[in-house]
């Protein structure tokens, strides 16, 4: 048996619990829009995504910040450490 991605952990926990569904991604900043909104590429994917993302006020982003999102929100991000 393999280990539960993070959806599928929250998903049969949610369920057993009566929980609003949450969906969690983690993706890396590829560009900014001349707006300078996120242009993000999902992990595990080859292609930046079409849609561009909304972020939190709070958060400023940069090209190669890894970030998360909530509910297809970017809730802020962090610079990878090479």
């Known amino acids: ?24 991604k983690l993706a890396i900043v590829e560009a900014l829009t001349p707006d300078n909104r996120p242009v993000i590429r999902f992990a595990g ?7 561009i ?5 709070h958060y400023i982003p940069t090209i190669g910040d890894m970030v998360m999102l909530i509910n297809g ?4 991000g962090w610079t990878s450490v090479k």
């Not at 994917?45 to 849609?51: D, N, R, T, V």
């Not at 929100?73 to 802020?76: H, P, S, T």
């Open 1 to 24: 048996m393999s280990m539960p991605t993070v959806n599928e952990y929250w998903e049969n926990a949610t369920k057993a619990n009566n929980v609003p569904q949450i969906e969690v």
């Open 45 to 51: 994917e080859s292609a930046p995504s079409q849609k």
């Open 53 to 57: 993302y909304v972020h939190m006020k």
């Open 73 to 76: 929100v970017i809730q802020g």
